[in-house]
């Protein structure tokens, strides 16, 4: 046996342990000030990094094409009177290649578009991301609901198992009853057993897509109870249209861009030699043009011209398909909402069945399996109310998303 202050410190070790493990957890906020502070999170920085990117391709799209100086000894070492450096001819040039044709212009407008699809897509991930975190929320707060849910029927079975066994004493029911309460109020516990650890899971999805450094284990506000804005007409093009609109732009400027990448760039140059002989100086000067005899960039221009195709046929779909999916999501919300008041409905009048099936088993007058019917009853239709609930957040979260704004007023 371990000595008396051993087991005090292990003992006081363990209770630290345990007062500071819910420490490490906290609640999260109302759903539209956690989407305000989730702003540096890890899914939002990547579309962020890709606009500083593009951000960083236009500056560089600006930049001229560097001079070259070279410096050239011609009639040295050699034999006769080129032995030595006695006839050497140095020659100390300035070169600069011009771009011709407006190359630089199409490669800065080919950047600019390029900036502007990311910062359309950069929208775009922003409404796909409040909407996963508005789903992310719900399903955290549904899971809690049901491990409470699933706490409430654990104890519904509690009790009938011990009405059961009291009945059996006073010999009005069989041993068999006895044992169909005790076993209900086993998978009774097996389930809440599966809903503690779902709730776990959701709350640490929840923690992850927040980007939040202590896992959340609450909620301060809830969602699934929130009621949504008043659907509004969008304020402009869908995100996803924008984004493909960028896109279509981007490419028409790429293929300028490869057009003209086919154009010659001329190269002058200038500069002074010096001849050792006599030790006279003098100016030259040259121009370089490459002749495009082989090289005309049309393989370049012609994936150029089928990314343009592309890009133009995406656009389309895309406006097809962005009003009726939005319609279609509207539609859904619609529909779950009076699906959530029905649902509410059918849970009042199963927890009412239960109570009464409850009543009559105690009072003799109802078999075991009729009061168990009325529980499972009430047990699906709270599951009914919760999921028509979660139902219905989705469909708001997708309406939003398409609209390329915030869920429930965020």
Do not use: C
């Not at 989730?38 to 960083?56: Q, T």
């Not at 359309?120 to 707060?141: G, K, S």
């Not at 919300?333 to 959530?340: C, E, L, M």
């Amino acid at each position: 046996m371990l000595p008396i202050h051993t087991r005090l410190a292990a003992l006081v070790a363990a209770g630290g342990l345990a007062s500071a493990g819910p420490a490490l957890a906290e609640t999260a906020p109302p759903f539209p000030d956690l989407l305000a502070r989730s702003a540096d999170a890890p899914a939002r920085l990547e579309s962020r990094a890709g606009v500083d990117a593009a951000e960083g391709r236009l500056l560089q799209s600006r930049a001229w094409r560097n001079p070259e100086l070279s410096l050239g000894v011609e009639n040295f070492a050699g034999k006769g009177p080129l032995e030595g450096f006695d006839a050497a001819e140095t020659t100390l040039s300035l070169s600069q290649t011009l771009e011709l044709g407006g190359k630089r212009s199409a490669r800065i407008a080919g950047a600019t578009q390029g900036l502007k699809l990311a910062r359309a897509q950069d929208i775009q991930a922003r409404a796909d991301y409040a909407a996963a975190l508005a789903l992310a929320y719900a399903e955290a707060e549904a899971a809690d609901r049901r491990a409470d849910q699933a706490g409430d029927l654990l104890a519904a079975a509690q009790a009938d198992a011990r009405a059961a066994r009291l009945l059996v004493e006073a010999g009005k029911e069989a041993e068999l009853r006895a044992l169909q309460g005790q076993a209900e109020a086993q998978a009774a516990e097996a389930a809440v057993e599966e809903a503690k650890a779902a709730r776990e899971g959701a709350f640490a999805r929840l923690s992850a897509l927040a980007g939040a450094e202590r896992p959340f284990d609450a909620l301060a506000a809830s969602l699934l109870d929130a009621e949504p804005p008043a659907a509004a007409p969008a304020p402009g093009a869908a995100p996803s249209i924008l984004a493909a609109e960028a896109d279509r732009d981007r490419a028409q400027a790429q293929v300028r861009v490869e057009r003209l990448a086919a154009l010659p760039e001329l190269t002058l140059s200038a500069g002074v030699r010096r001849f050792a002989g006599d030790d006279s100086t003098a100016f030259v000067a040259g121009a370089a043009l490459p002749l495009p005899l082989f090289d005309r960039n049309r393989g370049n221009t012609a994936a150029a011209r089928a990314d343009l195709r592309a890009a133009e046929a995406r656009l389309a779909r895309i406006q097809l398909e962005a009003q009726a999916d939005l319609a279609a999501a509207r539609a859904l919300a619609r529909g779950a909402a009076a699906r959530v008041g029905a649902a509410q409905s059918g849970e009042a009048a199963a927890a009412e069945a239960y109570r009464l099936s409850r009543i009559g088993y105690e009072a003799g007058r109802l078999p075991l399996i009729e009061l168990t019917a009325a529980r499972r009853a009430l047990a699906s239709a709270r599951l009914q109310a919760l999921e028509a609930r979660l139902a219905r957040v989705r469909a708001e979260a997708e309406a939003a998303r398409l609209a390329g704004k915030p869920p429930f007023g965020a």
